[in-house]
């Protein structure tokens, strides 16, 4: 059983302490780190030689800005861990990482935001066009793959606080490609367990502690169809503080 997280720590150095005890409360086989916004010369010994782990990082080439890391159990069964897929447009600004885990593919994304400008709107759609370009053949030769960060888009109304939205992050077209994932054998692994609103990863900064519930749910493992009978839980730790990101997971029964 390996029970795989996901969080946007919104810099790793300024949620060090919080990372660090999540760590030690939950104790995550894998997790994947989005928004690292430095390179490892600049992070602390604790994080950079956590016990018990292995990590790569993945930093986006520009100060404080992006980047990934990808933190794993030195017991995993990893047969392969790189930050190069062989494309491009996947492996600008240090926002993608895979782990192949015994005949399991996890995939951590930062995909780009789009509402600074058109430039970055552009740039966010053909992100998502190769995810989909990545993943289909995958899919199609039956290998099992888990897609996973912060893929910065509510899929449907449920997924958002706001009864109205026009911005980027719910935009038809971005929404549109969640929906191609789904069709071409991916599952929204969360939604196996949990119907209906209210369930965020996001939180706006007026409402820090999230008592006002004024969230967006950004975060996601989506899965293939031939894991679905081994997904035993997925979720949610909205009482994770230390960014305006919490943590989500998604349990997944191996060989």
């Known amino acids: 059983m390996s029970k795989i997280y996901s969080w946007n720590v919104n810099s790793l150095r300024s949620c060090e302490n919080n990372f660090l005890q999540f760590i030690k409360d939950y104790q995550p086989d894998i997790v994947g780190i989005q928004e690292l916004r430095a390179t490892s010369d600049q992070l602390s010994f604790f994080l950079k030689f956590l016990d018990g782990y292995s990590c790569l990082f993945n930093d986006s080439g520009r100060p404080g800005y992006a980047g990934t ?30 782990i192949k885990v015994g005949d399991i593919t996890i995939f951590n994304f930062y995909t780009p935001n789009g509402n600074s400008s058109d430039i970055r709107l552009k740039f966010k759609l053909q992100y998502y066009d190769e995810i989909l370009k990545l993943v289909k053949p995958m899919i199609e ?3 099992k793959v888990i897609v996973g960060g912060d893929l910065n888009v509510g899929h449907t109304h449920d997924d958002m606080y706001l009864k109205d939205c026009k911005m980027s992050g719910f935009l038809p077209e971005e929404r549109k490609w969640f929906d191609d994932m789904l069709d071409i054998g991916m599952v929204d692994s969360f939604r196996m367990f949990q119907k209906g609103p209210g369930y965020y990863s996001w939180w706006h900064m007026r409402d820090p502690k999230r008592v006002n519930n004024n969230g967006w749910r950004f975060d996601y493992f989506l899965i293939s169809k031939n894991l679905e009978k081994d997904v035993k839980s997925a979720g949610i730790l909205k009482e994770v503080y230390g960014s305006d990101h919490c943590p989500i997971w998604v349990e997944v029964e191996n060989e």
């Open 69 to 98: 890391a990808m933190y794993y159990k030195n017991t995993l069964d990893v047969k392969d861990i790189s930050n190069k897929v062989g494309n491009e447009i996947l492996e600008t600004e240090g926002r993608i990482i895979r």
């Open 141 to 143: 030769n039956g290998e």
